[in-house]
């Protein structure tokens, strides 16, 4: 799982021009800010559900908001749809049915776009996932985070272990493609508990898995009243036995904490998260929803109202966007950098010129320091994050920060 709001800060306005000659694939986010309960450790936006959820207003408010952006993304095609959160699963079959059917009545969808839901294991139902599939879900993520009691416990998730692979037994049943969220240096949490988990995920053969480490993000419970967390040390020896267990099962790992399982002809890797970080757009519509809109002479963010109530209340009155920024053109090397170097595979350098509108040569110093510092390679046609430059992702994205 990634959410757009953790993709970089707004920036401030500049009206530099951008000099695209063309534009890179459009994708769209939709954020549902309602969970259950929220979890210590999460920052993403969103509310535990106290009074129910207004969800026919609020599909409608979604539909309001895609309208109202259509004129910035006229005549392009979305190549993939990620429903997050929150728990989108909270949320009818009906519902999604009728979102997914007002999207295409009103944007070219591409015939073979992915389109994801985040779920909760707390919220399968047969049935209802079954509908999710008839109305055009084609992959699931699941929050399973851990396969431990204890360790689900101390997360404050609402689910257990049977309801785990409970999720995953019905998600396999309908969906051929589908994804497992877990973290590890979780609290109190030994090697071998981790390898436990990995071990279960594995097994319970899933297209994708997500492996984050835990992190105590400000403005959560856990940044207040911080556990006891594994040592530097032994996270990292469990960061290197998840990459070689899954590569010994087959995985390729494409991204900082994305696996997918290797295939001759289908290709597993999140389509959605790959166009985040190869610096793709993005509409995002939703509560506190974040995007990333590019034009030929410029590249704007923009963001939602977080609070639910705040949004379907502009919503109501023709508009919930809280602020549109264009990108200056000198953070534009430290943006692109941001999201293409998550990737083990870097990116082609004939992408950063495609993706900024900017030369090469606007990084080519920074680019050769990182490799005299061995965080970096290249050759005639692309640049990689070394094995190094993977262990220190954020000294190596710093290399980039604009004056």
């Known amino acids: 799982m990634l959410s757009p709001h953790l993709l970089g800060p707004m920036q401030t306005v500049s009206f530099s021009q951008s000099g695209l000659t063309a ?23 969103s509310h535990a ?18 309208e109202s952006n259509l004129p910035q993304v006229w005549g392009r095609s979305v190549s993939s749809i990620f429903m997050g959160g929150g728990t989108p699963s909270l949320f009818s079959a009906a519902s999604m049915d009728r979102l997914l059917e007002a999207i295409r009545a009103r944007i070219k969808l591409n015939p073979d776009a992915e389109i994801t839901l985040e779920a909760n294991p707390g919220t399968f139902e047969v049935e209802k996932f079954a509908g999710y599939r008839a109305a055009g879900i084609n992959r699931l993520s699941i929050g399973i985070q851990s396969f431990n009691a204890t360790h689900l416990s101390a997360l404050g998730r609402i689910h257990n272990r049977d ?55 400000p403005n959560t419970l856990f940044h207040r009243y911080p556990p006891a967390l594994p040592d530097d040390d032994l996270a990292a020896d469990m960061q290197e036995m998840i990459e070689a267990k899954l590569a010994q099962a087959g995985f390729g790992h494409y991204e ?60 109501a009155m023709g508009s919930a966007l809280q602020s549109e920024e264009i990108i200056e053109k000198s953070a534009l090397p430290f943006e692109f950098m941001l999201n293409t170097l998550r990737l083990t595979g870097g990116f082609p350098i004939a992408l950063f010129s495609e993706r900024t509108g900017l030369p090469m040569s606007k990084i080519v110093y ?25 262990r220190f992702l954020n000294v190596l994205m710093e290399r980039f920060l604009p004056d």
Not at 175 to 184: G, K, S, V
Not at 258 to 268: E, I, R, S, W
Request: aromatic fraction near 10%; charged fraction near 25%.
């Open 23 to 45: 534009l890179p694939p459009l994708a769209l986010y939709i954020h549902f800010p309602w969970c259950v309960r929220k979890c210590p450790y999460c920052d993403f936006n």
């Open 49 to 66: 559900v106290k009074d129910g959820i207004p969800e026919q207003r609020y599909i409608d408010a979604l539909i309001a908001d895609l």
């Open 163 to 217: 309801e785990a692979l409970r999720a995953i037994e019905i998600a396999a049943q309908h969906f051929d493609n589908f994804n497992l969220d877990l973290m590890y240096a979780l609290p109190k949490q030994t090697l071998a508990e981790a390898e436990a988990d990995i071990d279960q995920a594995i097994a319970c053969g899933s297209t994708h898995l997500s492996a984050y480490h835990l992190t105590l993000e």
């Open 256 to 315: 900082t904490s994305a696996f997918y399982k290797q295939h001759p002809t289908k290709d597993h890797r999140s389509q959605h998260n790959l166009n985040y970080w190869q610096f793709g757009d993005y509409l995002g519509i939703g509560a506190g929803a974040h995007g990333k809109i590019s034009f030929h002479d410029k590249i704007i963010r923009q963001a939602r109202f977080k609070q639910p109530t705040e949004y379907l209340a502009k919503m």
């Open 366 to 390: 920074e680019i050769e320091r990182a490799c005299t510092e061995g965080l970096l390679e290249r050759d005639l046609h692309h640049v990689r994050p070394t094995l190094k430059g993977q």
